[in-house]
């Protein structure tokens, strides 16, 4: 029996599982990320299934675009295969916007779901699932997982271990790695061209992406942009699983993400978009916290006045 605990979970927007249910991601200790799904009651033990695991989708993937060099032996090119399939940290994309609702938030039964999620080998990867839910595709009989987009992380060359040559076997091929991930809700423009904002935290760094879809046809490609470094050095990163988007953009379509640590509350305001205008506000915390668990948004709503008729 494994050992491993629970490191992290969340829920996918609706629509992914059984009667347009959610469905839940379990990332545990042993870096395995798994989706699980209700078929039955909730409360019955017995009707949670383990639908599929993430980290195969990598292993298919690096298994057709991964070779090994003439020059690298068996031993190496088979850990550096297990160091990219090993998942550090995930986040669902946010429920698209449906064009026929004047870009209103959906779920993901009108659009092909993605989940992004990052390795050991500092690489990010956006993953494309097919349930066999999707009213669009409904052929499909089991759930189906493909790699959309993958691209590697900037690390400044001061910030890489001179050590990695003397590591045991155990470390050699690790790099830094992304531990934070948050996807912004999308944004529709005049084309009905689907942008986000994928942000996330390396080392002591916070940079982001902007993600995009083109459809063609029946296809859908996603594109991501180079990096943007927003902040280069955070002091204390102590908030693991706290960074976290507003669920919706705001009256003039920007984004908002706060990202608390232990001494400090970070804010950014952005639109989505290929070219990135981040405004970034922080507010320093006279006592330090102790280590944060989580965050949450409220949502406020303007009370209307009575009136008597």
């Not at 993605?114 to 066999?132: F, H, K, M, W």
């Amino acid at each position: 029996m494994s050992e491993a605990y629970i490191h992290a979970l969340d829920w996918s927007p609706p629509g992914l599982g059984k009667h347009k249910r959610s469905v839940l991601a379990v990332l545990t200790s042993n870096h395995i990320l798994s989706i699980w799904e209700c078929v039955g009651k909730p409360e019955i033990a017995t009707d949670w299934v383990r639908s599929c695991v993430i980290n195969h989708a990598l292993q298919a993937h690096y298994k057709d675009m991964d070779k090994r060099d003439p020059e690298e032996s068996e031993h190496d090119h088979f850990e550096r295969l297990r160091a990219k399939q090993r998942i550090r940290a995930f986040t669902w994309s946010p429920s698209p916007p449906d064009p026929s609702l004047s870009g209103a938030s959906g779920d993901c039964t009108a659009r092909s779901p993605y989940l992004a999620v990052s390795n050991d080998r500092g690489e990010v990867l956006i993953i494309r699932l097919q349930t066999p839910y999707d009213v669009l595709e409904p052929e499909t009989s089991h759930w189906t997982l493909s790699v959309a987009e993958t691209f590697s992380v900037d690390v400044s060359e001061t910030k890489q271990s001179p050590l990695s040559a003397c590591m045991p076997v155990t470390f050699k091929w690790r790099s830094p790695f992304v531990d934070q991930l948050a996807w912004s809700p999308w944004a529709l423009d005049s084309s009905n061209t689907l942008t986000s904002i994928l942000a996330f935290t390396l080392q002591s760094s916070l940079q982001c992406t902007s993600v995009k879809l083109n459809e063609l046809g029946t296809h859908t490609d996603v594109v991501t942009t180079s990096s943007a470094l927003l902040l280069g050095e955070i002091s204390d990163t102590q908030a693991t699983g706290c960074m976290k988007w507003a669920s919706k953009l705001n009256g003039t379509k920007e984004a908002f993400l706060v990202y608390p640590t232990r001494k400090s509350f970070y804010c950014l305001q952005a639109q989505p978009g290929l070219s990135l205008d981040i405004q970034i506000s922080a507010q320093e915390i006279n006592t330090p916290w102790d280590e944060i668990a989580g965050t949450s948004y409220t949502v406020w709503m303007p009370r209307k006045p009575l009136t008597n008729r």
